[in-house]
């Protein structure tokens, strides 16, 4: 399936920022964090189903994502995700075909998003990050820009079925690559303390 065509995700961006300025008040701060040109991996905190688009907003470039290969069965939603530049990956299970897709995004100079908690936050809290994301970003050199988004939980949490009015501030930290990690760092360490790193940032703006 082609993508959509970046024309189109252009001709939608006011009207999406609009809606969402005006049922959950959106703020962003930070996104000249996210390069122009050139590979990036993202990485939002997860808390509700709208996150992929919230983030996605200010962004002026095409993104890709990688999402759990069951939303990709449903009837109707799977293509459209597809059609958006999503392909799955499967859930608690080495994934080759996912991890290659990726890297190819990545060495073509594209923009990944990926949730490093793998699923929606259950409570609204931070989970448990998965290394993947970082090695993909040390293996191909792109920078991880950690994302926090706060308010979405509380918009529409788990359960809910349509969400509600709120309040949602999302946050683009500075890009994190190779550089900020000690020049002695064991190889295969690298990745968890990338992820220490990214999750560190998200955290330091979400409420105590």
Not at 101 to 125: M, Y
Request: proline residues 12%; glycine residues 8%; positive net charge.
């Amino acid at each position: 399936m082609r993508p959509v065509p970046f024309w189109f995700l252009e001709a939608c961006r006011p009207g999406v920022w609009v809606a969402a300025r005006g049922l959950f008040r959106i703020r962003f701060e930070g996104v000249e964090h996210v390069p122009r040109t050139g590979p990036a991996v993202i990485t939002p905190n997860h808390v509700s189903f709208m996150d992929p688009i919230l983030v996605t907003i200010p962004v002026r470039r095409a993104l890709h994502y990688m999402a759990l290969e069951p939303f990709f069965r449903v009837r109707g939603l799977g293509t459209l995700m597809r059609w958006a530049r999503a392909f799955p990956i499967q859930e608690g299970e080495p994934d080759n075909l996912a991890v290659r897709r990726a890297l190819r995004v990545l060495r073509q100079g594209e923009a990944l998003v990926i949730f490093p908690e793998g699923g929606r936050s259950p409570d609204g809290q931070l989970q448990p990050f998965r290394p993947g994301a970082f090695r993909l970003a040390l293996a191909t050199g792109a920078p991880v820009v950690p994302v926090t988004i706060v308010g979405a939980f509380e918009a529409w949490p788990a359960g809910r079925r349509l969400p509600r009015p709120g309040r949602i501030a999302i946050t683009y930290h500075a890009p994190l690559d190779g550089s900020a990690l000690p020049p002695d760092a064991d190889r295969k360490a690298r990745p968890e303390l990338l992820m220490a790193l990214a999750r560190e940032r998200i955290g330091s703006v979400l409420p105590a």
